[in-house]
Nanobody, 123 residues
Framework: QVLLEESGGGLVQAGGSLRLSCAASGRTFSYYNVGWFRQAPGKERDFVAAISRSGRGTYYPDSLKGRFTISRDNAKNTVYLQMNSLKSEDTAVYYC????????????????WGQGTQVTVSS
């Protein structure tokens, strides 16, 4: 089992940047692919990014390519999500998730989840 904890959320003006962190504890973190998802009020949870165990493979929806970057430091048991040029529509609770097999865009494929961190972008 792996436990995940997100941090780094907050209030930022449109056009600004934030870096979210997902810290893991428990089993060896490098065993897991990690994804980021987000959920805005009244909406379904959407895929944001994913990264492979080694960090060499990354995956984004076309709508976020170029603005968001996922990375990881397995020595620190942490995955990061760098978010640039933020827009009001990026406002959501951001979750990280881990799985030993999947790094896809379907949230149902991920076994472990953090509690989320709120990101609010003011226009």
């Amino acid at each position: 089992q792996v436990l995940l904890e997100e941090s780094g959320g907050g209030l930022v003006q449109a056009g600004g940047s934030l870096r979210l962190s997902c810290a893991a504890s428990g089993r060896t973190f490098s065993y897991y692919n990690v994804g980021w998802f987000r959920q805005a009020p009244g909406k379904e949870r959407d895929f944001v990014a994913a990264i492979s165990r080694s960090g060499r493979g990354t995956y984004y929806p076309d709508s976020l390519k170029g603005r968001f970057t996922i990375s990881r430091d397995n020595a620190k048991n942490t995955v990061y999500l760098q978010m640039n040029s933020l827009k009001s529509e990026d406002t959501a609770v951001y979750y990280c998730a881990a799985d030993g097999h999947s790094m896809g865009s379907d949230e149902n494929e991920y076994e472990y989840w953090g509690q989320g961190t709120q990101v609010t972008v003011s226009s």
